[in-house]
């Protein structure tokens, strides 16, 4: 049976922290026997990266069994610094499972994993680190002031008040200094847990569904804010199932089934070409065989047949047409 523990996005600096910190609210971490971490006396923390910069996150031939589970299958996965990455895939394909080594939650079976060059559950890469889970609870009766202060104590950032305000600030969140939490609306308190995560400025954010409970301006604001994270250097993980957030802002995806990375590229990369659109004065024709490189001649020999030519355009697959042919229609 799991037992519940409080993980921490960022490094507390005591052995105890090794098996009971907070990653920004209670989640059931599902560790099994064979995942508990080594005794304190057992660990041996990574040095630090000194050579080229290494990847935010690089997973080497990650695999992960539980019993004849296999979680994940020699998994191959690299976030660089500055990058935003999709990961995607329907539930059980294995991306809980990624985050969580990547968080030092879990140990894997065989494969590496590193943050920021060092080993995955060191204290060098848990001081990097910064995450959100999905379905995490912040204590009721604390203001977001209050519980940005407990988690700057937890990561021993020095920021101070300073900090608070413009994290605050960062997700829309200035005028709730104030504000406890249960008073917050799921939106707000989601944008809270972004600015909890971004404590110590950590040089790769794992986030899973950090939209999911925002509106349309709420996911603009997230969408802005990450923006502003990566253009600072900070890599982030995106897990999300809205593949419309995705495409809009993710550098790279990498889509995830039955433990296996199926696809990875840009969406442009992904994309498969699906003809040329083009309107004129009789209507719009798709011609579908046509590439990007057709176009000109398609619109040159509609005006030299008397056509008046409105709009045109080259038609790809989208990232859901592209996410549904990689996992075959399975669904969560």
Excluded at 94 to 104: H, Y
Excluded at 158 to 183: M, P, Q, T
Excluded at 249 to 273: F, K, Y
Aim: charge should be negative; proline fraction near 4%.
């Amino acid at each position: 049976m799991g037992r519940r523990v409080w993980i921490t996005c960022h490094e507390i600096g005591t052995a105890a922290s090794q098996t009971s910190a907070s990653f920004g609210g209670s989640i059931d971490a599902g560790w099994r026997a064979d995942d508990s971490p080594p005794k304190a006396g057992r660990w041996r923390e990574s040095r630090p990266y000194t050579g080229t910069v290494a990847p935010a996150l690089a997973a080497t031939g990650l695999a992960k069994r539980y019993g004849r589970v296999e979680a994940l299958r020699g998994v191959d996965l690299e976030v660089g610094e500055g990058e935003l990455v999709g990961l995607l895939g329907p539930n059980g394909a294995g991306k809980s499972t990624l985050v969580k080594i990547a968080c030092g939650l879990v140990r894997p079976t065989s494969g590496t994993a590193a943050v920021c060059g060092a080993r995955a559950g060191s204290a060098n890469a848990r001081a990097a680190l910064g995450y959100l889970a999905e379905f995490f609870r912040f204590p009721g009766w604390m203001t977001a002031d209050e519980l940005l202060a407990l988690h700057q104590e937890l990561t021993g950032s020095s920021g101070g008040e300073a900090e608070r305000a413009r994290l605050l600030e960062l997700v829309a969140l200035g005028g709730a200094r104030d504000r406890r939490v249960e008073e917050m609306s799921k939106g707000m308190q989601q944008r809270l847990g972004i600015a909890q995560a971004l404590i110590g400025s950590p040089r790769l954010l794992l986030l899973d569904e950090p939209t999911s409970a925002l509106d349309p301006v709420g996911r603009r604001t997230v969408r802005e804010l990450l923006e502003d994270v990566r253009s600072r250097g900070v890599a982030v993980l995106l897990n999300s199932h809205l593949l419309s957030e995705v495409e809009l802002v993710c550098d790279r995806v990498v889509i995830l089934l039955g433990g296996s990375v199926v696809a990875e590229g840009t969406t442009a990369e992904l994309a498969h070409p699906r003809g040329v659109e083009i309107e004129t004065d009789e209507g719009v024709r798709v011609f579908e065989r046509a590439t990007r490189e057709d176009a000109p001649r398609l619109v040159a020999d509609l005006v030299a047949a008397g056509r008046r030519v409105y709009e045109v355009k080259v038609l790809s697959s989208t990232l859901e047409e592209v996410y549904l042919e990689a996992v075959h229609g399975a669904t969560s």
